[in-house]
């Protein structure tokens, strides 16, 4: 490397985080990175009915999906820098028909639903490692912050996994009351009935979280020089608790009558 400025010494961490960039043998000022992307997916879906009584009818039906795996999100220079996906649903239904005679119908319905989005959160793959793993003493510490921050670099490729993750979406909740009741009186249908449901969110991005360093020529040099000297032109560190939790209540309530004149 020929320095730009007299005193150049390359710092022992920079010096270290050299290894990540993958070797060029291309010949030319850049590589082609291509890094697969993975997928899968379980899924189980149940369904029970029960004649209860000639005019009771009891039913229940489950679903539960799971998706995992790992997607190139932002351009990345290694495996572990690759965005881990997952998310996982659950739904429950209970229905109850109940109609005592030819004018009378009542439908009730529970419901409730779960859904998480990165289990446990939307994450670089080495989101369980520190970043002293890397030589990098940020001092960051947490259960979801873990991973290399994102190292800029002007005019090159970043090191480190997407600044914006951590992204957590979940658990999510929501529970649903539903009764119908429908009564038929000569040319009128009447329909009424209240809907009621529970919503619990809880959402977070934890942006910078790991940390993010940029560099350019700011120290009388390259930036790629700043960068082996050590000397970033900014650093963004999150400060602060972004998860937040939405606990809403809804409700409505419906009247219909169906009148066929003739």
Known sequence: LQA???????NPISANLLKLFPANTSGSSGIPIS???????????????????????????????????????????QPQFLTLMGQRVQTNGFHWTWN??????????VGYDRFQQGLPATEP????KSAASYGVP????????????????????????DHVLP???????????????????????FTFGANIQHWIVNAARYANGRGRLKYKGNCGGTALECFLEGRPYLGILLKGNPLRRVNQWSSAY?????WHVR
Do not use: C
């Open 4 to 10: 730009a400025h007299a005193g150049f010494t390359v």
């Open 35 to 77: 890094l697969p992307n993975t997928n899968r997916s379980d899924d189980f879906v149940g369904k029970i009915d029960y004649q209860l009584t000639p005019h009771q009818q009891l039913s229940y039906d489950y679903f539960f999906g799971n998706q995992s795996g790992t997607a190139m999100t932002i351009n990345v220079l």
């Open 100 to 109: 005592p005679n030819a004018r009378w119908v009542n439908d009730f319905r």
């Open 125 to 128: 793959v080495d989101w369980t």
């Open 138 to 161: 940020t001092g960051v510490t947490g259960p979801l912050v873990g991973g290399l921050p994102a190292i800029y670099i002007n005019g090159m490729s970043m090191l480190g996994g």
């Open 167 to 189: 992204k957590l979406l979940g658990p999510d909740n929501l529970y649903e009351f539903d009764d119908t009741i429908s009564y038929l009186h000569g040319n009128h249908y």
């Open 254 to 258: 419906y009247f219909q009558d169906d």
